[in-house]
């Protein structure tokens, strides 16, 4: 059989998987696109655009929508080497009938697409379209500790705790306020803070939340909470002394409440600070998984799903999926997200990883639209790398393969996340 087709039978039974997509940042309120604006707008394509020469007026928040997507899609062709191109024609083909046959979105599009969307996204049904077109069941959100968890169906639109303010943030008044707003309580001590946690996880889990997640630094080391000198350090200290305490705390309500807790280590925050929306944070080579040893050896019954931002980081990060029974390699994220870093991450994971470990993907979308092109991605890739690592070499049979690949794509994260 020649190597294209197998890849091909492959891929094409990896795209029937119905998919649950464990992180992305989906408003349940606002899931899907208004405009081609709420597509260009991901910070990807006004990160391109503005690194490939376009001005920052356009970029603004109170822009024309429509002279804005005119402005991204004309830096196109600057930037139609990338995936993050790939992902838009992909969209285009699939919900607003850019014509196959034709290889390039040009500057001359611009008005037709922006007007095709406007009508299609229109549609009443268009979430329900979306779900169906993307063969997604379920996909978890990005919620802050106080979001009400209302109005939105839980069972389609998972909530996971998003612990960064409560880490990185409690030695700010306001983020006290919201906390005692949420839980009833006043924060005053140790045993007060705990007080309020646990009813922020009881309101969480009681609205099927199924995780917790945090962004953590380079250079960031948990350390153990410290009840009797908490007050002077969030008085006198400020979240540097906080931090470390906070998060293993929030360590200690996932091993209580039975969540795992997703870590996404290494980002800078503001390095490029004149960079566009979302466009200023990058990695450096500082961090190490050695800075949470203590952690993973202190909660063995907690599941650390951790995404590393750079690929280099990643043989690290297999290495600890092999040996610490509570550390999974998830996904792959940001930076390590095109398919050079994606195909060699995941030939080195899904060659020593324990195969019901691997959580494969997750979208990081923001709008449900960005799901089928990046998870197409990804299928692609996964495809290539079973035929090449387990069909070819005798290794699986192609349905063997395709039962790998579908417990990448969906049976983990069910195990996982008790979905």
């Known amino acids: ?63 024309d929508p429509r002279e804005r997507v005119r402005e991204i899609v004309r830096f196109m062709d600057r930037y139609d080497n990338t995936a993050q191109y790939g992902w838009f024609v992909d969209i285009a083909r699939t919900f607003l009938g850019f014509d196959e046959q034709e290889t390039h979105v040009t500057a001359a ?152 807790f997703d870590l996404m280590i290494g980002v800078n925050r503001r390095v490029y600070e004149k960079g566009v929306y979302q466009g200023q944070d990058l990695f450096d080579q500082r961090t190490s998984l050695l800075q949470y040893k203590e952690l993973f050896n202190a909660f063995p019954d907690v599941t650390f799903p951790v995404s590393v931002l750079t690929s280099a980081q990643n043989q690290e990060l297999m290495a600890y999926s092999w040996i610490f029974p509570n550390v999974l390699p998830n996904g792959h ?11 060699k991450d995941l030939t080195e994971r899904i060659t020593a990883v324990p195969k019901t470990k691997l959580i494969g993907y997750y979208s990081d979308a923001y709008k449900l639209e960005f799901v089928k092109p990046k998870y197409g991605m990804y299928r692609r890739i996964l495809a290539g790398v079973l035929a090449d690592e387990f069909v070819r070499p005798g290794a699986l049979s192609e349905t063997d393969a395709v039962a790998l690949g579908t417990r990448l794509l969906r049976d983990n994260v069910k195990d996982v996340f008790k979905v």
């Not at 039974?13 to 997509?21: F, H, M, N, R, Y």
């Not at 081609?36 to 970029?59: P, R, W």
């Not at 994220?333 to 195909?343: A, G, K, M, Q, V």
Request: charged share 25%; proline share 7%.
């Open 1 to 63: 059989m020649p190597a294209d087709q197998l890849v091909q039978n492959l891929e094409s039974a990896l795209s029937k998987v119905p998919l649950i997509d464990p992180h992305s940042h989906i408003d349940p309120l606002s899931p899907v696109s208004k405009s081609l604006d709420d597509i260009l707008g991901y910070h990807y394509y006004t990160e391109l655009a503005h690194s490939a020469g376009m001005g920052q007026a356009l970029l603004s928040r109170d822009a």
């Open 109 to 260: 599009d611009a008005d037709k697409l922006f007007d095709a969307a406007q009508k299609t996204f229109a549609q009443p049904d268009w979430e329900a379209q979306v779900f169906a077109k993307s063969r997604l069941e379920k996909i978890f959100l990005t919620n802050e500790f106080d979001d009400p968890l209302q109005g939105f169906d839980t069972t389609k639109y998972v909530p996971c705790l998003r612990t960064d303010s409560l880490v990185f943030n409690l030695d700010k008044p306001d983020t006290r306020r919201r906390l005692e707003a949420i839980s009833g309580v006043h924060v005053h001590d140790g045993a007060t803070l705990r007080m309020a946690l646990a009813k922020v996880f009881l309101h969480f889990t009681r609205n099927g939340a199924k995780a917790c997640a945090i962004s953590l630094p380079p250079n960031f080391h948990p350390a153990k909470f410290d009840d009797e000198h908490f007050y002077e350090q969030m008085q006198f200290h400020g979240y540097h002394d906080l931090a470390p305490g906070m998060f293993w705390l929030i360590a200690e309500f996932c091993r209580d409440f039975r969540l795992p």
């Open 333 to 343: 994220w940001w930076y390590s997200n095109t398919p050079p870093f994606i195909r």
